[in-house]
Every structure is written in C-alpha cells, then in structure tokens.
C-alpha cells in the first residue's frame, strides 16, 4: 500500500475532525467520558491504516485493517449516541456519519481485496 493514497489521506482528515468535535465537546458541553471514546477510536482507525501500510506480510496487512474497520464501527456508534443525547447537532452528526461510512466502505473494499 502505498503512503500517499487516498484511504491515508481520508482517515487522517477524519481523525482531525474527531479531534476537533473531541475539543468542542470539552471545552463547550463540558462533557468527558464519551468524547474521550470517540477521541480513542476516531483517531485509532487512521493509526491503523497507517500501521498497515508498513505491514510486514499480507496477512499483517489484513489483520491491521480490519482493526481499523472495527473502530471505525465504533466511532459511528459514538456519533450515533452524541448525536441522540442533542451533544452534537443532526447536522454535525450527519456529516460526520456520512464520512465515517466512506471510511468503512473503503476499508472494507481494501479488506476484500486484500483477501482475493
């Protein structure tokens, strides 16, 4: 995999919005327990792409990647559950979802191929 591809690029776009949702939350809710999960797994699925792209073996690869599939799981139910505790706004939530779902669509299209 190379370093400057798209999925690189797109999850650590997306861990920095996490990071910025994970300070607003702090700094204006004054909420502490779920920012810091979302803060946990948002920016985990990034570290894990990044880890796969030095992978020392396919099945290395693989496995590095479905981790990063499975926080980006994770890292939708968060929004989910900030969205429907009105921490976060329908239209944050949203926009935040719909690229969540683009993470985990790609990775789970690299996942297949990976695997063929």
Known sequence: MKED???VDKSKAFAIRI???YQHLGSEKKEFVLSKQILRSG?????NVRE???AQSKADFIAKMQIALK???E???WIELLQETDYISEKAGE???VDCKEL??????????AKE
Do not use: H
């Open 43 to 47: 920016t985990s699925i990034g570290a």
């Open 75 to 77: 890292t939708e139910y």
């Open 5 to 7: 591809n798209v999925i």
């Open 19 to 21: 990071i910025r949702l």
């Open 71 to 73: 926080e980006a799981s």
């Open 52 to 54: 796969a792209a030095r």
């Open 104 to 113: 985990l669509k790609m990775i789970t299209a690299i996942i297949k191929t």
């Open 95 to 97: 926009s935040l979802i």
